[in-house]
Nanobody, 125 residues
Framework: QVQLMESGGGSVQAGGSLRLSCAAF????????MAWFRQTPGKEREGIAA????????TYADSVKGRFTISRDVAKNTLYLQMNSLKPEDTAKYYC??????????????????WGQGTQVTVSS
């Protein structure tokens, strides 16, 4: 069983930056998908960034493309999300997710079976 633990959330003014981290504890395979999702009250959890373990390729939602960067430190079993040029509409609870099964995962929520507890990001105007 793996546990995912996010950190780095907080409050920031519009235009500012934050970096989220997600550490994986417990057994993990050599390669596995990881991604970032976010959710606001009353809305579905949406995928915003994912990283392909096979080639390091990245996928972003249009809403964050060009502002957010997903990266990974394999040796530390840690996933990162650098968020720049933050906007009030980025306010949400951010979750990291992982999946050990083979095949494409991308930004599809239902394709991930491990989740962190989430970290709140609040952007004020």
């Amino acid at each position: 069983q793996v546990q995912l633990m996010e950190s780095g959330g907080g409050s920031v003014q519009a235009g500012g930056s934050l970096r989220l981290s997600c550490a994986a504890f417990g057994y993990t395979p050599v390669t596995y998908w990881m991604a970032w999702f976010r959710q606001t009250p009353g809305k579905e959890r949406e995928g915003i960034a994912a990283i392909n373990p096979n080639d390091g390729g990245t996928t972003y939602a249009d809403s964050v493309k060009g502002r957010f960067t997903i990266s990974r430190d394999v040796a530390k079993n840690t996933l990162y999300l650098q968020m720049n040029s933050l906007k009030p509409e980025d306010t949400a609870k951010y979750y990291c997710a992982a999946d050990f099964r083979g095949g494409w995962r991308g930004l599809e929520r239902d394709k991930y079976n491990y989740w962190g507890q989430g970290t709140q990001v609040t952007v004020s105007s």
